[in-house]
């Protein structure tokens, strides 16, 4: 069974512009989280699609966004980048119940110059 | 609200020493617990989970962790630990009448098993 696939796994931007992460999760899970991972802030949540529907929101600015396709494939778009949002970008799927354990991709680490 | 606290940053241990990774929560209702491990440069891996009923919970690798409501903690340990499992560890946690799906992570626990 395929894991969970992340691309780029390497990016390199710089201020001002902007970046796609994609996601494609486990065969057959519904859900897709993003969590934002940096040495000082440790693993923070952004948000969670289930069936192509927000379901959970962090407390990120909207810069920050997302969305969820209907084969479950998720993407995060960050615009106008600041050198601050250099960090591993994890995805995670799940089958979406509440009992669930996460699936983690190995992370796109995004570095801002 | 839900939290979860890891109170220790680094836990260092000998090499077939046991060991323990702490790990307090808070939630309104009944706790889901989760323990994962990450390694450097690597996403994190599901470890193990407490759902209900026996309070130790085995998983991957040789771990296990006690459910303890009257502390609120659900603590990391093995019996003798590994060089190999010198990595980053974190506690997680779902409230099962929150209705949210939210899981929220501690901080994580860096363990550094010397050899």
């Known amino acids: 069974k395929a894991g969970v696939t992340q691309t780029p796994r390497y990016l390199i931007k710089t201020r001002g512009q902007q970046v796609t992460l994609s996601c494609s999760p486990i065969?057959?899970?519904?859900?897709v989280s993003w969590y934002q991972q940096t040495p000082g802030q440790g693993l923070q949540f952004l948000f969670e699609?289930?069936?192509?529907?927000?379901?959970n929101k962090g407390n990120f600015p909207g810069r920050f966004s997302g969305r969820q396709f209907s084969n479950s494939r998720s993407e995060m778009n960050v615009s106008t980048l600041e050198l601050g949002d250099s960090a591993l970008y994890l995805c995670?799927?799940?089958?979406?119940?509440?009992?669930?354990?996460?699936?983690f991709g190995e992370g796109s680490r995004l570095t801002v110059l | 609200a839900q939290s979860v606290a890891q109170p220790e940053d680094q836990v260092n241990v000998a090499e077939g020493n046991p060991l323990t990774v702490k790990c307090t929560y808070s939630?309104?209702?009944?706790?889901?617990l989760f323990w994962y491990v990450q390694y450097p440069n690597r996403g994190l891996q599901f470890l193990l989970k407490?759902?209900?009923?026996?309070?130790l919970v085995k998983g991957s690798y040789g771990f296990e962790a006690e459910f303890n409501k009257s502390q609120t903690s659900f603590h990391l340990k093995k019996p003798s630990a590994l060089v190999s499992d010198s990595a980053l560890y974190f506690c997680?946690?779902?409230?099962?009448?929150?209705?949210?799906?939210?899981?929220?992570f501690g901080t994580g626990t860096r363990l550094k098993v010397l050899a």
């Open positions: 995670a799927s799940s089958r979406g119940e509440n009992t669930g354990e996460l699936f």
């Open positions: 065969s057959g899970h519904r859900s």
């Open positions: 699609y289930f069936s192509e529907t927000q379901r």
């Open positions: 939630v309104s209702g009944n706790p889901y």
């Open positions: 407490y759902i209900t009923g026996d309070n």
């Open positions: 997680a946690v779902r409230d099962a009448i929150s209705g949210t799906y939210k899981y929220i």
